[in-house]
């Protein structure tokens, strides 16, 4: 009851300050490809990127493309505890990160590490307003600072209007960012991609693709990063039997976080199908990941490995918005299956079979 009746509250001040904030200065719009920001090779560059896995991995292209342009400058990015353990996905774009902790210990912290390193140049990667970014942008102090028009548009130099989230993909709507330093993105690959360490996938070949006879797999992962991203157990384990009745040249494997080892375990015996066991990483799981050739998940995260592979996707969705696009695979196959209120546990399992045989047809 406490946090219902908080939230709200904390929501109304953060709409509050971010139009304070945004009231501050008039940015320069940029609505298309052009030199906006007049900074050569090398630079000093710092992308904001504070908050979700998910958030770092459709990021990858941005990144990508910044390195492209400035190859000898110094790009570094902040992340999160949140976020962190997919710092691989960029690491080979950027030269460090910064870990920014929550609460006012952690933003005076970050605040030194910031006006220390003297950065020309500010990127804020977030399509909403976010006072935590405001406030980094604040104390880094950087000359020039780069964001998404929207309500706190004053903390920027430079905005590109805000695309329509509900017909434009969000890697289409950060990649517009990369037009004050004269990036056109329909110009360029977008694609998400994820760097894979050897060894990783020398495991994931003897964990998922060696034990299998089947030419091709499905992947099933089972799980979410919240109880209220997961299918039910019983619904898990009708999709796998059906998988494993009516497509028996594919081999169906469950996969799962630790976390959820047990309900693995039981759905492995209730089908006997094949259980994968949790790895230790991420890189590790996306290296599980790239051994399939179909997969089946809950998860919007892992869905995005999934298009870094190319391999297409059986994805469940809370669509309860009509203004903002699910984040789906992009540029990659993908039978969505989506429900407009309460949660993907909710969605009828004859819609979720339905996909799977689109998909595995």
């Known amino acids: 009851m406490a946090k219902a009746f908080i939230k709200p509250i904390e929501l109304w001040i953060r709409r509050h300050f971010n139009r304070h904030i945004g009231a501050q200065r008039i940015p320069i719009v940029v609505s298309s490809s052009q030199l906006a920001i007049p900074v050569e090779d090398p630079v000093r560059i710092l992308v904001l990127r504070q908050d979700r896995i998910g958030d770092v991995l459709v990021s990858v292209p941005v990144i990508r ?12 990015m902040v992340m999160s505890p949140n976020n962190i353990t ?31 390193r003297r950065y020309d140049v500010v990127i804020d990667l977030m399509d909403n307003a976010s006072s935590t970014s405001a406030l980094l942008i604040r104390a880094s102090r950087a000359r020039y600072a780069v964001g998404i028009d929207k309500e706190n548009r004053g903390v920027y130099t430079h905005v590109v209007p805000l695309a329509d989230r509900a017909s434009v993909h969000i890697v289409d709507r950060i990649a517009r960012l990369l037009w004050p330093f ?6 360029i690959d977008l694609h998400l991609a994820f760097p894979l360490r050897d ?51 594919i081999e169906t494997i469950v996969m799962g976080a630790a976390q959820h080892r047990e309900m693995q375990e039981r759905i492995a015996r209730a089908t006997g199908a094949r259980a ?38 059986v994805v469940l969705y809370v669509h309860d ?39 595995l047809s």
């Open 65 to 76: 493309a910044l390195r492209e342009r400035f190859p000898a400058s110094t790009i570094d």
């Open 199 to 249: 060894q990783d996938v020398h495991n994931a070949y003897a964990t998922v693709r060696a034990p299998s006879s089947a030419v091709k797999i499905l992947g099933v992962n089972i799980s979410g990063s919240d109880v209220s991203r997961m299918y039910s157990e019983e619904g898990i384990i009708a999709i796998v039997n059906h998988c494993m009745a009516s497509h028996t040249q």
């Open 276 to 313: 994968i066991p949790p790895t230790q990483s991420f890189g590790a799981w996306a290296a599980n990941i790239a051994q399939l050739d179909a997969f089946f998940t809950p998860d919007t995260s892992s869905v995005h490995l999934a298009a870094a592979f190319n391999i297409p996707s």
């Open 182 to 187: 004269a990036i056109d993105p329909t110009a």
């Open 321 to 359: 918005r009509a203004d903002l696009m699910p984040w789906y695979p992009y540029d990659t196959p993908c039978f969505p299956v989506e429900t407009t209120t309460g949660t993907i546990a909710e969605i009828p399992i004859r819609d979720i079979l339905r996909a799977v045989d689109q998909l």
């Open 86 to 116: 997919v710092r691989d996905a960029v690491a080979p774009f950027i030269n460090d990160v910064i870990v920014h902790h929550k609460g006012l210990p952690g933003l005076l912290r970050t605040q030194r590490e910031l006006r220390s």
